[in-house]
């Protein structure tokens, strides 16, 4: 890859920016690209991006940004988009600093910013090289997410049109779903978690396979799915369902005829229920009866110790002697039959008898 050191005024840069949802992010007189596919949408806080223009002011060195040099002689941000939407947002009259708006300053105090020297390299090579250097220099800054990563190996035509979905703020994703999910659309949280859910964790096999395709229509369609079968099926909201692996769920079970009210009534006295840890474990539970999904609180060691001195080391089932590191509790009447995680419903069982019980 060939790298050249250039240096660019801010007033070059923020000619002809435009920055919307049909005409992208552009600046340079319209010959920068400034957030491409492969980028992240602008998640710079508020303390973050007045640093960005404090440090212009006060004439302090920013750190290199690097563009890649295309064919026909156009650019496009490899790194510092976040920098260059902060420096353009400022000088378009976006935002304030400490109330004064660009328009607002001095002539002197505009030129002194438009006549800043950005450091820029300059890039050319493949689009490997290009996102390999990619993932090199963003090591540092604002880390990027697993997904922002696959994001730079499969860009294309179907990645534009699922970041449509699910990667704007407000997105359409985020407007039907934003209750049972958590995470951020513009950090890749949703895209990452449909993609997780339509292939069984397999994400970067389904955007290999669906790279080139025109839109992502079947990805999207497949997400309303699930959601809508959400709604369906567990009426009530509650924060505990944005920790749900709701695909897994939908794609287990959405062919099973299933009575919502009733499953609200197994949710809602699971929900009060002490011995339960795991509340956003009640969904699969409920579906399934799988007591793992709850984490059942453990009895305490007095608990143990109390129960095993009082069977004299014995176990309850096959009546052979043990310490008391070979026995494991159990509960008398079984935690599903109502039985509590208490000291009187605590038995000490081998470990053999406990496994075997639980296998029953």
Request: some cysteine.
């Given at each position: 890859m060939k790298i050249d050191l250039h240096e660019i005024t801010v007033r070059e840069v923020c000619n002809g920016y435009i920055n919307n949802d049909e005409e992208g992010v552009v600046g340079f007189g319209g010959k920068l690209n400034i957030?491409?596919?492969?980028?992240?949408?602008?998640?710079?806080?508020?303390?973050?991006?007045?640093?960005?223009?404090?440090?212009?002011?006060?004439?302090?060195?920013?750190?290199?940004?690097?563009?890649?040099?295309?064919?026909?002689?156009?650019?496009?941000?490899?790194?510092?988009?976040?920098?260059?939407?902060s420096l353009c947002d400022y000088?378009?009259?976006?935002?304030?600093?400490?109330?004064?708006?660009?328009?607002?300053?001095?002539?002197?105090?505009?030129?002194?910013?438009?006549?800043?020297k950005l450091m820029i390299y300059f890039c050319e090579g493949t689009d490997r090289e290009k996102l390999d250097w990619f993932k090199i220099i963003n090591i540092a800054g604002e880390k990027l997410t697993d997904q922002e990563l696959r994001n730079a190996v499969y860009t294309g035509p179907w990645l534009s049109d699922a970041k449509r979905y699910f990667s704007k703020s407000g997105c359409p994703a985020y407007q039907i779903a934003s209750d049972y999910m958590?995470?951020?659309?513009?950090r890749q949280d949703y895209l990452q978690t449909a993609l997780s859910w339509v292939n069984d964790g397999k994400i970067e096999e389904y955007m290999s396979?669906?790279?080139?395709?025109?839109?992502?229509?079947?990805?999207?369609l497949y997400f309303k799915s699930v959601i809508d079968w959400v709604k369906i099926i567990f009426s009530k909201t509650r924060n505990e369902m944005k920790s749900v692996n709701w695909g897994e769920l939908y794609n287990k079970h959405k062919e099973k005829q299933l009575d919502a009210k009733e499953l609200e009534k197994q949710i809602a006295t699971l929900m009060a229920d002490d011995d339960v840890s795991k509340k956003s474990g009640i969904y699969a539970y409920v579906l399934d009866g799988d007591e793992k999904h709850l984490h059942i609180r453990a009895f305490t060691p007095s608990m143990?110790?109390?129960?095993?001195?009082?069977?004299?080391?014995?176990?309850?089932?096959?009546?052979?002697?043990?310490?008391?590191?070979?026995?494991?509790?159990?509960?008398?009447?079984?935690?599903?039959?109502?039985?509590?995680?208490?000291?009187?419903?605590?038995?000490?069982?081998?470990?053999?008898?406990?496994?075997?019980?639980g296998g029953i």
């Amino acid at each position: 890859m060939k790298i050249d050191l250039h240096e660019i005024t801010v007033r070059e840069v923020c000619n002809g920016y435009i920055n919307n949802d049909e005409e992208g992010v552009v600046g340079f007189g319209g010959k920068l690209n400034i957030r491409p596919k492969y980028q992240r949408e602008f998640v710079y806080k508020d303390k973050q991006r007045d640093e960005v223009i404090n440090t212009v002011r006060k004439n302090f060195p920013l750190n290199v940004m690097y563009w890649i040099k295309n064919e026909d002689g156009t650019f496009e941000v490899l790194d510092g988009q976040q920098r260059t939407i902060s420096l353009c947002d400022y000088v378009a009259g976006v935002f304030s600093i400490n109330d004064m708006y660009f328009h607002n300053l001095q002539q002197s105090e505009k030129d002194q910013i438009l006549d800043y020297k950005l450091m820029i390299y300059f890039c050319e090579g493949t689009d490997r090289e290009k996102l390999d250097w990619f993932k090199i220099i963003n090591i540092a800054g604002e880390k990027l997410t697993d997904q922002e990563l696959r994001n730079a190996v499969y860009t294309g035509p179907w990645l534009s049109d699922a970041k449509r979905y699910f990667s704007k703020s407000g997105c359409p994703a985020y407007q039907i779903a934003s209750d049972y999910m958590s995470g951020t659309p513009i950090r890749q949280d949703y895209l990452q978690t449909a993609l997780s859910w339509v292939n069984d964790g397999k994400i970067e096999e389904y955007m290999s396979i669906h790279q080139h395709d025109q839109n992502a229509n079947e990805l999207w369609l497949y997400f309303k799915s699930v959601i809508d079968w959400v709604k369906i099926i567990f009426s009530k909201t509650r924060n505990e369902m944005k920790s749900v692996n709701w695909g897994e769920l939908y794609n287990k079970h959405k062919e099973k005829q299933l009575d919502a009210k009733e499953l609200e009534k197994q949710i809602a006295t699971l929900m009060a229920d002490d011995d339960v840890s795991k509340k956003s474990g009640i969904y699969a539970y409920v579906l399934d009866g799988d007591e793992k999904h709850l984490h059942i609180r453990a009895f305490t060691p007095s608990m143990k110790r109390s129960a095993y001195e009082k069977q004299k080391g014995i176990c309850a089932y096959c009546k052979d002697f043990f310490e008391f590191s070979q026995m494991e509790g159990d509960h008398i009447t079984p935690w599903h039959e109502g039985g509590a995680t208490t000291k009187e419903n605590c038995q000490m069982l081998c470990k053999e008898c406990n496994r075997r019980k639980g296998g029953i």
